[in-house]
């Protein structure tokens, strides 16, 4: 790969910050595969974070809500993936703890009525080993899907309807 100038680094990060949130962690890993030296990404990361183009915080604001809407993760998922781009323990914790339990439960609620639907299994016990299974694989905790599926009242009318 060609040499890349440190101008040339700051130019193309400050480009891709500027079309979509990213992380400290991202850059980082472009720089080293640029083979920029430390000294080098140190300045650039410095002038990125003054020039607000990098915000762990922001970037974990914006990844929480995409995972949540969009994804459909649970808190252990998110938390897990936020650790994969190594975002502090603290700012996930802040940004974590401010999204409602209601807003979890809006999410995996339908998820489950869905799952539900297309699950077979002979008894309600093991139909619910299989609820729960999916669930956690989404990274719900069992808290809250214990409280959805003890709550099922809606999934009772869909059996009726059948």
């Given amino acids: 790969m060609k ?3 440190e101008k040339d680094a700051l130019f193309r990060l400050s480009a891709l910050c500027s ?3 990213h992380c400290s962690y991202e850059m980082i890993q472009k720089m ?3 083979g920029l030296s430390e000294e080098v990404q140190d300045r650039i990361m410095r002038k990125l974070t003054e020039e607000k183009f990098i915000d762990d915080e922001r970037f974990c604001r914006f990844f929480v809500k995409d995972k ?3 994804s459909k993760w649970g808190r252990r998922k998110i938390e897990q993936a936020l650790w994969a781009k190594r975002i502090p323990a603290s ?3 802040d940004v974590l703890d401010n999204v409602e339990k209601e807003e979890y439960l809006n999410i995996l609620r339908p998820l489950l009525k869905k799952k ?3 699950t ?3 008894n309600d016990y093991e139909l619910n080993g299989k609820l729960i299974r ?3 694989s989404k990274g719900f905790g069992m808290d809250i899907i214990r409280e959805c599926i003890d709550n099922a009242d809606e999934f009772n009318i869909d059996e009726d309807e059948n």
């Fill in 3 to 5: 040499e890349i100038s």
């Fill in 19 to 21: 079309s979509a949130e």
């Fill in 32 to 34: 080293q595969k640029w």
């Fill in 68 to 70: 949540i809407r969009y």
């Fill in 91 to 93: 700012i996930q914790q």
């Fill in 116 to 118: 539900r639907k297309s």
């Fill in 120 to 122: 077979k299994a002979t």
């Fill in 134 to 136: 999916f669930a956690l």
